[in-house]
């Protein structure tokens, strides 16, 4: 087969996968719009290229996985709801890249954080040839946020803690929200906003999410 016609097989595959997720009830076009631009396969390892836009999630290394596309787009979504912009975005588990990279589409900036080293040097690897300058990563720990760069209009966490830290709660601005998973055997979204003088959660779906580490390795 070609490289022409693999790039062919690719691009029909990823509009598959946005057909899917369309038929599995994601509404906002803006998020279908993200996932149909970002070629998935470019952030996994070259074996699995022919599985990247399968509704799975696949495997990194270092016991990471790059998240399914179905959660990806239903956690942006959701952060979404009502016609909210994105803003300013802060992602705990960059892992590969590639929410970043979809984020990159919805939010004005995004920065990206990542505990384990030789995953970030990954993602900046494979960001590299798609020149998004909004998108900044950090080797950091995930569980403290970046109060450098703190407040945030959006905080969305790739990995499920046991309880929502208090310190990415605090970098949240006025009117933000943060998604997050929650549970150790069992797992489920949560939504926290910020309101002036309270935080309102919310659960959600039902997920599995690698557990949400401290420090960096």
């Not at 596309?69 to 959701?78: H, S």
């Not at 960059?94 to 004005?108: E, F, H, K, P």
């Not at 990415?168 to 002036?196: D, F, H, K, Y």
Request: charged residues 25%; hydrophobic residues 45%.
């Amino acid at each position: 087969m070609s490289s022409a016609d693999v790039t062919l097989s690719l691009t029909r595959a990823r509009g598959r996968m946005v057909e899917r997720l369309r038929t599995a009830g994601i509404r906002d076009e803006g998020v279908l719009a993200a996932m149909q631009a970002i070629p998935r396969h470019q952030f996994v390892e070259e074996a699995l290229g022919t599985r990247a836009y399968e509704d799975t999630a696949l495997p990194l290394g270092f016991q990471q996985t790059i998240s399914q596309p179905f959660v990806v787009a239903r956690m942006i979504e959701l952060l979404r709801a009502g016609g909210r912009p994105l803003g300013k975005t802060l992602e705990i588990g960059a892992g590969c890249g590639y929410q970043a990279a979809v984020l990159s589409r919805l939010a004005t900036d995004v920065y990206a954080l990542e505990r384990i080293a030789p995953l970030l040097e990954r993602a900046k690897r494979n960001l590299r040839p798609l020149r998004l300058p909004n998108v900044r990563l950090k080797h950091a720990d995930g569980t403290v946020g970046l109060a450098a760069e703190a407040p945030f209009d959006t905080i969305i966490v790739a990995a499920a803690a046991a309880s929502v830290p208090m310190q990415l709660l605090e970098q949240l601005a006025e009117g933000g929200r943060l998604i997050i998973p929650v549970g150790t055997s069992e797992q489920s979204l949560r939504m926290i906003e910020r309101q002036p003088q309270r935080y309102v959660e919310s659960k959600l779906d039902a997920v599995r999410f690698v557990p949400l580490l401290p420090g960096v390795e």
